[in-house]
């Protein structure tokens, strides 16, 4: 008995400690969309030469990027909350860009795509060098790598077969429970009692495990779809924007005038 209980203690945790590395996968994973996103906008405010041409063609970068998220919340959640999406997406970008999105199979993809073929007309523009350029394509694949991971997290479940392994095992000890503390003479109200609470936690611990092996469900992506997209908005139209460097390497020149070498 001591022995089957032990063996029953390690593989509940090693299921739990595997649903929680799942959990913080997801949480990794959906914390990257928002930082990768930042960047990308970072990226396209400082190099991307704006003139009235290209000044709306960032804007609509920019869009995209705030949609990215919830596309990716839409996706990893079985495209749950479809109609709240579709009026996310009017809110967000012009009519035009919104039937395509709801019509991909996968929403951020298509933005990650919308989001290429912009950056790709500004560079051929000659609004965008090719560094530059470069660099950006490189986080736009790294924000593509984030979304098949996301989904691939999402389409990838515990094997059902260890799932029904375990709760075979769950039961089969918790049926020898009561015999095992019957052999210590113990009275029938505290073999009962033990029982109950043993059964207690050790299903308490299984659930635990099953509910965070879909761990989108229980990671807070509404919140960190809303912070990514503050993110990008900040990056765009920041509300206190820094005077231009002109400034200071004026004041810096003034400053070292006073200095003469000796």
Same mark, same amino acid.
């Given at each position: 008995?001591?022995?089957?209980?032990?063996?029953? +203690?390690?593989?509940? +945790?090693?299921?739990?400690?595997?649903?929680?590395?799942? &959990?913080?996968? $997801?949480?990794?994973?959906?914390?990257?969309?928002?930082?990768?996103?930042?960047?990308?906008?970072?990226?396209?405010?400082? %190099?991307?030469?704006?003139?009235?041409?290209?000044?709306?063609?960032?804007?609509?970068?920019?869009?995209?990027? /705030?949609? *990215?998220?919830?596309?990716?919340?839409?996706?990893?959640?079985?495209?749950?909350?479809?109609? !709240?999406?579709? #009026?996310?997406?009017?809110?967000?970008?012009?009519?035009?860009?919104?039937?395509?999105?709801?019509?991909?199979?996968?929403?951020?993809?298509?933005?990650?795509?919308?989001?290429?073929?912009?950056?790709? @007309?500004?560079?051929?523009?000659?609004?965008?060098?090719?560094?530059? @350029?470069?660099?950006?394509?490189?986080?736009?694949? $790294?924000?593509?790598?984030?979304?098949?991971? /996301?989904?691939?997290?999402?389409?990838?479940?515990?094997?059902?077969?260890?799932? !029904?392994?375990?709760?075979?095992?769950?039961?089969?000890?918790?049926? &020898?429970?009561?015999?095992?503390?019957?052999?210590?003479?113990?009275?029938?109200? %505290?073999?009962?009692?033990? +029982?109950?609470?043993?059964?207690?936690?050790? *299903?308490?611990? #299984?659930?635990?495990?099953?509910?965070? #092996?879909?761990?989108?469900?229980? /990671?807070?992506?509404?919140?960190?779809?809303?912070?990514?997209?503050?993110?990008?908005?900040? #990056?765009? /139209?920041?509300?206190?924007?820094?005077?231009?460097?002109?400034?200071?390497?004026?004041? $810096?020149?003034?400053?070292?005038?006073?200095?003469?070498?000796?």
């Amino acid at each position: 008995m001591l022995l089957f209980g032990q063996a029953i +203690t390690l593989l509940l +945790t090693m299921r739990t400690n595997a649903s929680l590395a799942r &959990l913080a996968e $997801a949480r990794a994973l959906a914390g990257r969309v928002g930082t990768t996103c930042r960047e990308i906008a970072g990226l396209l405010v400082a %190099y991307v030469d704006e003139d009235r041409s290209t000044a709306p063609l960032v804007q609509l970068a920019a869009r995209h990027l /705030c949609a *990215v998220p919830w596309g990716i919340k839409r996706v990893v959640r079985g495209g749950a909350d479809a109609a !709240r999406f579709a #009026e996310l997406l009017g809110a967000l970008l012009p009519a035009a860009e919104v039937g395509p999105l709801l019509a991909a199979p996968l929403p951020p993809l298509a933005s990650v795509g919308r989001l290429r073929a912009i950056v790709q @007309h500004v560079h051929g523009a000659g609004r965008l060098d090719r560094a530059a @350029h470069r660099t950006i394509e490189g986080r736009l694949g $790294a924000l593509n790598d984030v979304v098949g991971a /996301c989904e691939r997290l999402a389409q990838s479940p515990v094997p059902p077969a260890y799932t !029904r392994h375990t709760s075979r095992m769950l039961l089969i000890f918790l049926v &020898l429970v009561p015999v095992g503390l019957m052999d210590l003479r113990l009275k029938v109200q %505290y073999v009962a009692s033990s +029982t109950l609470f043993i059964t207690y936690l050790v *299903v308490g611990i #299984e659930e635990v495990g099953i509910e965070l #092996e879909a761990p989108f469900t229980w /990671c807070p992506l509404q919140e960190l779809a809303a912070r990514a997209m503050a993110d990008v908005v900040d #990056e765009v /139209c920041p509300l206190h924007p820094a005077p231009p460097l002109s400034t200071f390497l004026v004041d $810096a020149a003034g400053a070292s005038s006073g200095f003469h070498v000796v």
